[in-house]
């Protein structure tokens, strides 16, 4: 049961433009979530946060939208640049589960320059 | 400041062996939460220690344990490996005990199971 999806397994983006990662999830207790990159050979860093209380998030050229009635979350990067090709992951939690992080299966970004 | 390390990077096991992972956490954290990401599959949480204890477990086998030091350094013990058990293990830290904080990840240990 994946709780936390990340259907698009790859995202092709050309530097300037914006690049859209999306995410679904269907724990409805689901309160916090997060975005994090993944470099190849390193762990995953955290890029943005967002509490269940608020629809947007932003800290520079990173912007998490949460949509709660649909259940889906989305990470904007603009303008996109090379430097940021990695993993995206998105990852939630739940109370009385804190600790555990659900994470997606991860997408792919390639920024072409 | 340094970041969540990791030792080793990388381990080879047989099968029925134990493996020991270890990790530090960054410098003023208390919290310490490991993942398997096994090939194909996303991050799987496996256990969350805080101040030496046990907090939150997920759904693996008990063969699976682990420890938290006075320090706040952490160990991750597999025994009776088996092949499915080859995956990257990752460490993260966070400040704080209620497991809401931002997790910090460190570079992970690839451990084969032959």
């Known amino acids: 049961d994946q709780q936390v999806k990340q259907n698009s397994p790859s995202l092709s983006v050309q530097e300037g433009r914006i690049s859209i990662l999306n995410c679904d999830y269907t724990n409805s207790m689901f309160d916090y979530f997060l975005w994090y990159k993944k470099y190849p050979a390193e762990g995953p860093t955290f890029l943005i946060s967002i509490s269940s209380i608020k629809d947007k998030n932003e800290d520079g050229r990173f912007t998490v939208f949460l949509n709660k009635s649909a259940k889906h979350l989305s990470l904007h990067i603009v303008p996109s640049q090379p430097g940021d090709s990695a993993v995206y992951f998105c990852?939630?939690?739940?109370?009385?589960?804190?600790?555990?992080?659900?994470f997606g299966q991860g997408t792919i970004l390639t920024v072409h320059p | 400041e340094a970041g969540v390390t990791q030792s080793p990077t990388h381990l080879i096991k047989t099968r029925g062996q134990q493996a020991t992972l270890r990790c530090s956490p960054i410098?003023?954290?208390?919290?310490v939460y490991w993942y398997q990401q096994a090939l194909g599959l996303g991050l799987q949480f496996l256990l969350w220690y805080d101040e030496g204890e046990e907090r939150n477990r997920g759904n693996f086998p008990p063969r699976f344990s682990g420890r938290q030091f006075p320090n706040y350094s952490s160990e991750l013990n597999v025994n009776a490996l088996e092949l499915e058990d080859s995956a990257l293990y990752l460490c993260?830290?966070?400040?704080?005990?209620?497991?809401?904080?931002?997790?910090?990840f460190g570079p992970g240990t690839r451990l084969l199971v032959l």
């Open positions: 993260a830290s966070s400040l704080g005990d209620r497991g809401l904080e931002t997790q910090y």
């Open positions: 990852a939630a939690s739940a109370p009385l589960n804190y600790g555990k992080l659900t």
């Open positions: 410098s003023g954290h208390t919290s």
